[in-house]
């Protein structure tokens, strides 16, 4: 049996962020006037922020500009969770430490900024697991593109065929895919239905990743 590479989304995967990025992009829409709803954030969640903000606020926004309101809006992200906190999703905390303990190499592919990752893993004390740390800064193309997911594979010396991906999005899924490797979607903060992930081309779709074992995972890559 193949010995697994381990790729992990944050957002809504490693851990549950949704209500500090949605108050944070609902503070930015407010500042620069413009509205910012629900279906807005589900139809751009797992984007990389210049796609997020030409899609919704700015259709010609160049890469200063995109800089600057990302940075904005971060700002307000990072603020909700130093004051608020986070925690790791259910079953994620035992996954993590048994891939470790079975020696296969874990990696962050996000297309969240560096500054929210350092934050999130320094809050959840999870980034000794990591061999890599991939962000939507070492990118130029977001997801469904699956550099993010490529570049982590790469960083790890392992093979796309080999890599497992943990997405909860339908775009992170359709990257893990389009990256030529296995994906296990969670549905537990239902961002996005198991009927979509599973169209997307989810290879296992669960309601949380507390119903996964370690087995299961290895034959993916069998």
């Known amino acids: 049996m193949t010995t697994p590479a381990i790729i992990w989304d944050v957002d809504g995967t490693l851990v549950d962020t949704a209500e500090h990025h949605f108050s944070a992009w609902k503070r930015f829409a407010e500042e620069i006037g413009q509205p910012f709803t629900r279906a807005d954030f589900a139809a751009t969640f797992g984007m990389r922020n210049p796609e997020i903000l030409r899609k919704l606020f700015e259709p010609g926004a160049d890469e200063a500009l995109c800089a600057k309101w990302g940075e904005q809006k971060e700002n307000h992200y990072r603020k909700s969770v130093r004051d608020e906190g986070t925690q790791l999703l259910p079953g994620v905390a035992r996954l993590l430490k048994e891939f470790a303990e079975r020696g296969w190499p874990q990696a962050v592919g996000s297309s969240a900024p560096l500054g ?63 990256g030529g490797m296995k994906c296990v979607a969670v549905t537990f903060v239902k961002h996005h239905p198991a009927g979509k992930l599973r169209a997307a081309g989810a290879d296992v779709v669960v309601a949380s990743l507390g119903e996964i074992t370690v087995e299961q995972v290895a034959a993916l890559v069998g």
């Open 116 to 178: 929210n990752l350092d934050l999130l893993l320094s809050v959840t004390n999870t980034r000794r697991y990591f061999g890599a740390v991939i962000t939507g800064d070492d990118v130029s193309r977001g997801k469904p593109d699956p550099e993010v997911f490529l570049t982590a594979a790469a960083k790890l010396g392992a093979t796309p065929i080999r890599c497992v991906v943990f997405e909860d999005a339908v775009a992170g899924v359709e990257a893990a895919k389009a």
